[in-house]
């Protein structure tokens, strides 16, 4: 079975500055989708950026970039210029190519300080 | 109303209460999901419908009983909870595959508080 591993519980970084979030997964699959999603506190969450495994090139949405190393099992997130608005909780997530569970990591608590 | 919605967004029921969970997508999915996302826990995924039919039951125990009318609504029947069931229900929904390399990005609703007592 695939899992999914976020090391950092509490993030922190001091607005405009950058961070970055760090995802592992273990799968035996060579096919399959990785998933960066954003929770702000009591709100609904959203999908940050998305890579296909296929693809060699790291996908990037504005200030959002991911570090895909297929080999390596990692995936980490990039924000760069953060601003007070991207305080969330990040999950990273797997999905298996045909497949429509997502398996979840545990989720990395992100703080922006003013 | 956009996206996915869900109602009631906080819920307190008793151990022997009947009480349901709604969802309603407006995105024209045609598969819907349901996750528990306990404290400290990572998401888990409950069920998956597709076109109505349901297609994945992740070993959920029977006081928990989904029903999918349609492709747009999602209800989660609530009978006999424990305690240890009080969590955040989410809701999601999805095109649904279409085959390989179909992204089938999942859209969450805001989710349903849930405490028993």
């Known amino acids: 079975a695939q899992t999914v591993t976020q090391s950092q519980p509490e993030m922190s970084v001091q607005e405009a500055e950058t961070v970055t979030l760090s995802c592992t997964y273990d799968?035996?699959?060579?096919?399959?989708?990785l998933f960066w999603y954003k929770q702000p506190p009591s709100r609904q969450m959203i999908l940050v950026i998305r890579?296909?495994?296929?693809?060699?090139q790291n996908a990037t949405e504005n200030r959002f970039s991911v570090n895909f190393q297929k080999a390596a099992k990692s995936f980490s997130l990039k924000i760069s210029d953060s601003q007070l608005g991207d305080a969330a909780m990040y999950f990273c997530a797997y999905r298996s190519e045909g497949a429509q569970k997502l398996v979840f990591g545990q989720g990395t608590r992100l703080t922006i300080n003013p | 109303e956009t996206g996915v919605t869900q109602t009631p967004r906080h819920l307190v029921m008793g151990m022997t209460n009947k009480k349901s969970l709604k969802c309603e997508q407006h995105l024209g999915h045609n598969a819907m999901y349901w996750y528990k996302q306990s404290a400290k826990k990572p998401l888990e995924l409950m069920f998956v419908?597709?076109?109505?039919?349901?297609?994945e039951n992740n070993s959920v125990p029977s006081r928990f009983s989904p029903e999918c009318p349609n492709s747009s609504h999602l209800f989660l029947h609530l009978h006999t909870l424990q305690p240890e069931d009080s969590a955040l229900y989410l809701c999601?929904?999805?095109?649904?595959?279409?085959?390989?390399?179909?992204?089938?990005?999942?859209?969450f609703g805001p989710g349903t508080r849930l405490t028993v007592l």
């Open positions: 419908y597709n076109f109505k039919e349901q297609t």
């Open positions: 799968t035996s699959e060579s096919d399959y989708y």
């Open positions: 890579q296909e495994a296929y693809k060699q």
């Open positions: 999601a929904s999805s095109p649904s595959p279409r085959g390989p390399h179909s992204t089938d990005t999942q859209y």
